[in-house]
């Protein structure tokens, strides 16, 4: 067949360890088989990052802004043995939040669900759709190893002469400090994201957070996403029948618990990286969800919502067969090929994304699996198989399709 054409470039983020290799194996399998691929390629592999200072991370941020889509491989954020592992000149942050502080959005996160994995939680019958904020908090924030006695002071001086000066505490003995910020700005967005998608999909926003305990910081998203409500989609939202509210972040755990899924759950950054694997394991594996950053100018990132799976990835060079379940990133690829077709007026590659989607989910419906999911499944027999075996029988399913 012919190959399906491309007119604009997607933004490709290479990454690191074992996705790396699955990322390759899923561009020769999967896709330039039958796409043309035109790609603006960065490579976000740590040890790239460490040769340009960051700077390549950077620049791809900037590169999705001028594109409008990029796809995403997963990397690693290093911490000490990284720092020793790979000779580090700096302990470089987390691309994700470099690449989310560069485009301010939201990133919406969705399990993908087959007939023969059931939740967790047996009353979940809907996906619960994780809206995290994608800027500021930890993942921007100044961190500060407290040597010996000392104060530690919080201190503001405003453009026009504001000033506030707070002792946050007085250190008797070594310790730790740690400073994070938000803006009115990027909350304002991360709200508007939330309601027009909770709108478009029509599904109910829950937004949680800890105000009774963070009295200015937490209660200032609440106060935000109220005021937002109010003012521009309560009309809207009660014309749908649909429902906003705002609770606590314990008890909104609770109630998620107890739901039935189908609804959109608003989170702060660090919040929401915690609680969409929690959601993403409950519903099967932290390799079945997808992930995508929605900026308010309308770019669009698509990730993997998972790590790099270091401890195959040590397996894969000692030459071991490895069993990677290569979902998340396979349709963080769809997504990307599908929005670039919605964008670029090309009904082609936006069909070619939703058949590789299809192939997938009838691969697993099928019991062809990597192990990871083997043990989920609670009727018939499924059949266990390596990465390139399941790329490979997606492949065969997609073919068929086209």
Same mark, same amino acid.
């Given at each position: 067949?012919?190959?399906?054409q491309?007119t604009?470039?997607l933004? #490709?983020m ?8 699955i ?7 999967l896709i ?5 691929l ?22 791809a ?6 594109y409008?889509?990029?796809v ?26 470099t ?12 399990p993908i669900?087959?007939d ?8 979940w019958?809907?996906?619960i759709t ?12 100044t ?9 530690a002071?919080l ?20 310790g ?12 304002e ?22 105000d009774?305990?963070s ?7 609440? !106060?935000?996403?109220?005021?937002i409500?109010?003012k ?13 509210f705002y ?5 909104a755990v609770?109630r ?9 759950w608003?989170?702060? !950054?660090?919040?929401g ?11 099967g ?5 997808t ?5 308010p100018?309308?770019?669009?990132e698509?990730?993997a919502?998972h ?9 894969y060079?000692d030459g071991?067969?490895t069993?990677?379940n290569?979902?998340?990133t396979i ?5 990307a ?9 090309l ?6 994304g ?7 989910? #009838?691969?697993?419906n ?7 999911l083997?043990?989920?499944? #609670?009727?018939?027999?499924p059949t ?5 075996g ?13």
């Open positions: 067949m012919e190959k399906i491309m604009t470039p933004v #490709e290479d990454g690191d360890e074992m996705t790396r290799i990322w390759q194996m899923i561009k020769d399998e330039t088989p039958f796409v043309d035109k790609t603006e390629y960065y490579d976000l592999g740590l040890k790239h990052r460490d040769e340009t200072s960051d700077q390549v991370t950077k620049d941020g900037e590169a999705i802004k001028k409008g889509v990029g995403k491989c997963a990397t690693i954020t290093p911490n000490a043995q990284r720092m020793e592992e790979y000779s580090l000149h700096e302990m470089w942050k987390s691309p994700n939040g690449i989310r502080a560069i485009l301010d959005g939201t990133v919406f996160r969705a669900i087959i023969s994995i059931k939740p967790v939680v047996k009353n019958e809907l996906p994780i809206a995290r904020h994608a800027y500021g908090d930890l993942y921007k924030g961190e500060y190893r407290v040597p010996e006695k000392g104060k002071e201190i503001f001086t405003g453009e026009n002469g504001a000033t506030f000066h707070e002792t946050i505490y007085d250190f008797e003995c070594p730790i400090l740690q400073g994070i910020y938000n803006k009115d700005t990027s909350i967005s991360f709200a508007h994201s939330c309601f027009k998608y909770a709108i478009n999909t029509k599904q109910d926003l829950w937004f949680s957070a800890k009774t305990i009295k200015k910081y937490d209660m200032n998203f609440r !106060n935000i996403f109220q005021d409500y109010e521009e989609y309560k009309e809207e939202f009660e014309k749908l029948g649909l429902e906003y609770t606590l972040i314990d008890d609770a998620v618990i107890r739901s039935k899924g189908g609804f959109i608003a989170l702060k !950054n660090y919040d990286d915690v609680m969409s694997d929690m959601v993403s394991t409950a519903f594996s932290l390799a079945m969800m992930s995508v950053l929605v900026s100018d309308g770019n669009f698509f990730e919502a790590g790099t799976v270091t401890r195959h990835y040590y397996k060079l071991e067969e069993s990677t290569p979902m998340a349709y963080a690829w769809s997504g090929l599908k929005k670039r077709g919605e964008i670029d007026g009904a082609d590659l936006t069909s070619f939703e058949k590789i989607e299809e192939a997938c989910v #009838e691969t697993l099928e019991g062809i699996m990597t192990k990871d083997i043990g989920l499944v #609670e009727e018939g027999t266990a198989v390596n990465t390139e399941f790329i490979k029988a997606v492949r065969e399913r997609l073919e068929a399709k086209l």
